[in-house]
C-alpha cells in the first residue's frame, strides 16, 4: 500500500515521469533501425548522440528559471516540446541533421526531468516521506511497454517515426494531468549558509554514474543481442525491454526500502547488484543468458539516480532544492554525455563484450563516492 499510497501523493508528476519513459523506451528499441538508416558505425552512432545530450545540459542550466516563469504549467510545457521534437529523429537519414533533432529532444526532455524531480522533492518534503523511487519506477514501467510495443512494429515493419507520432498523441492527451502548483520557498531570515557545493558534486557524481550505466544499456543492449549473439529484431527489443521492466520492479522495491533505510546503504548494495549484472551481460553466450545481466543490472541502477537525487534534496537548504537538484542534474544527466561516445569507441575497438565489462567497473566507482556523502550533515 505504501506504493500506492506515493503515487498517489505524486500522480501528476509520476505522470510526466511516464511520459518520458515511454518515448525513450521507443528509441532504444528503435536504435538498431534507426543506425542502419544513418549509415553510421558505432562510433559515429556514439557520436552523433552527443546531440541529445548536448541539448539535456544545456537545458538543465536553463530549467530553475524557466520553471519559476512557467510555473504551474512547467511540466505541461516541457512534455508538449518533448512530443514535438520526437517526431523528426525517426524520419532524419543525414547524421548531422539527426544529432540536431536529437539536440531539441535533449533540451526538450532536460527541462520536464528537472521540473518533475523537483515536484517530487518538494513533496517530499510536504509530505515528510520518500516518493523519488515510486516516480522513477514509473519512468521505467512506461519504458519497457514502449520497448515492447516496439518489438511488435518492428517485427510488422513499421518505420520509426509513426510509432513516435503515436506517442506524441498519448503524450499530449495526458497534459492536463501535468499542471501542479508550486510552492517557492525563499530564505530563511538571517540564513548565512555556503554554497551547497560538496552536495551537489557527490550527489551528481553518484547520478552520473548511474544514467551512465543506465543510458548505455539503454541505447546498446538491442545492438549486443542482434550482433553479438545473433538475435531477431523482436529478440532485439526485448534487450532494453529487460532494462526497463527489472528496473521498475527494483524502482518501487525501492520505495519500499527507501522508508526504512538510509540512502548511502543501499546505493552501495545496489552498485554491487548492477556491477554482477553488466558482468554476466557482456559474457552471455545466448540472449537469454544476455536478458538475466539486463535483468539484474537493472534491479540494482534502478535506486542509484533516485536515491542520490532524494538524498541532494535532504542536503540542501529548502530555498536551495530545485537549483540543487537542477545542478546534480547537470552532472548526472552529463552521462548521457559521455556514455555514447565512450561505449562507442569501446565497442569498435574491443566489441560490446569488453565495453560492457566497463559498465561494471563504473558501477563500482559510486562505492567511494558514496562513504564520502555519507559525512555530510542531513538538514
Known sequence: ????????????????????GMF????????????AQLGASDALFGALLLGSATGLVSSMWLAPRADRILGSRAMQVGAALLAFAWLFPGQVTVPLVFALSMALV??????????????????????NRPLMNANHA????????????????????????????????IAILLLPMMRMDVTYVDAEEGYAGAYPLWPIILCGAIVLVAFMSEATVEAWSALHVERTLGGGAAEGALGPAMLGITMAIGRFSGQVVAERLREIPVVIGAAAISAIGAVVAALAPTPFVAYIGFGVLG?????????????????VAPHLRTEAI??????????????????????DAFGLRVAFVAVAVLLLSVVPIAIFAKRLPVR
Not at 1 to 20: C, D, E, K, Q
Not at 107 to 117: H, I
Not at 301 to 306: D, E, N
Not at 332 to 340: H, N, V, W
Open 1 to 20: 500500500m505504501s506504493i500506492l499510497n506515493a503515487l498517489s501523493l505524486s500522480r501528476r508528476p509520476a505522470t510526466a515521469f511516464v511520459v518520458i
Open 24 to 35: 525513450w523506451g521507443c528509441f532504444a528499441a528503435y536504435v538498431p533501425v534507426i543506425k
Open 106 to 127: 535533449g533540451l526538450a526532455s532536460g527541462l520536464l526531468d528537472v521540473v518533475m524531480n523537483a515536484r517530487v522533492s518538494e513533496l517530499e518534503a510536504r509530505h
Open 138 to 169: 514509473m519512468f521505467s514501467v512506461a519504458y519497457a511497454v514502449g520497448a515492447l510495443i516496439v518489438g511488435a512494429t518492428r517485427e510488422a515493419g513499421l518505420p520509426p517515426a509513426p510509432v513516435f507520432a503515436g506517442f506524441g498523441v
Open 299 to 315: 534491479l540494482g541502477v534502478s535506486v542509484i539516480g533516485p536515491m542520490g537525487l532524494a538524498l541532494v534534496g535532504k542536503l
Open 326 to 347: 537542477s545542478r546534480t542534474a547537470v552532472i548526472g544527466f552529463s552521462g548521457f554525455f559521455f556514455a555514447p561516445v565512450l561505449m562507442g569507441l569501446l565497442s
